[in-house]
């Protein structure tokens, strides 16, 4: 990958290529866990009766359908940039209240201020651009809204630590690769998650990017991590 043009398109054509098999093949190597860091994620978010929610870097819309499972009367629009993803995802559902948008995280195809929850599962570290991202998402969510990242994090708890690093270093990308015979793509998740930034440095973009009561917190040992931040009121002005 040469510069962000050469990771975008890679992320995309990754992404692309493993369409078919993403969803099983993210139960079977997380052991379902992906399931219940999903439901933490939608807890967290805590989408308002009939509220509008953005699901960005979408994939095969697992959270947009968590959202509308978990919470009454919402309309979720589901966006990726890949749009094998997106279709395959839609074979599974014909929920009218789920709306997939083709669009890139960084340049977000809505007016500011659109939004009443926004939420990102497991796509921050793929962009190009993270801070732009972000910003992004300060921007069409509305005031007093919140923003949830769920990502993967580095487990610090010393004997599963070791355990950990070598089942997303060696096992992942061979098992990853046997199933779905793109090994590289399953190479690059451990290579993305232990270039990527820290808790406090992900923390700081959000704040850098406007949002107040930012907070986190791990799960799974910090195999995941939650983010939450609040974009303050319209005509707040920070003392």
């Known amino acids: ?61 697992g959270l947009g359908k968590e959202l509308l499972r978990s919470a009454g009367q919402l309309r979720v629009v589901a966006l990726d940039f890949a749009l094998e993803m997106l279709a395959r995802g839609m074979k599974r559902t014909k929920d009218p209240s789920l709306i997939p948008v083709l669009g890139d995280a960084e340049r977000l195809p809505f007016r500011e201020d659109t939004f009443d929850r926004v939420i990102v599962g497991f796509g921050i570290r793929n962009l190009a651009d993270p801070q732009q991202g ?66 406090e440095e992900l923390m700081e973009m959000m704040k850098r990017a406007g949002f107040l009561q930012i907070h986190s917190r791990q799960l799974t040992w910090g195999i995941t991590n939650l983010y939450i931040g609040e974009k303050p009121p319209v005509g707040f002005s920070p003392s």
């Open 1 to 61: 990958m040469k510069g962000l043009t050469g990771k975008k398109e890679f992320v995309r054509r990754s992404f692309a290529s493993i369409a078919g098999s993403y969803d099983p093949l993210n139960t079977l190597l997380s052991f379902g866990l992906n399931k219940w860091w999903r439901r933490q994620a939608v807890k967290a978010l805590a989408p308002p009766e009939g509220g509008l929610v953005l699901d960005v870097c979408a994939g095969t819309m």
């Open 134 to 199: 972000v910003k992004e998402l300060f921007r069409v969510l509305k005031g007093e809204g919140r923003l949830v990242i769920l990502e993967f994090g580095k487990p610090t708890l010393v004997i599963f630590k070791d355990l950990y690093r070598w089942y997303l270093s060696r096992f992942i990308p061979w098992a990853g690769g046997l199933i779905s015979r793109q090994k590289e793509v399953y190479r690059y998740l451990h290579d993305s998650i232990m270039a990527f930034l820290e808790q």
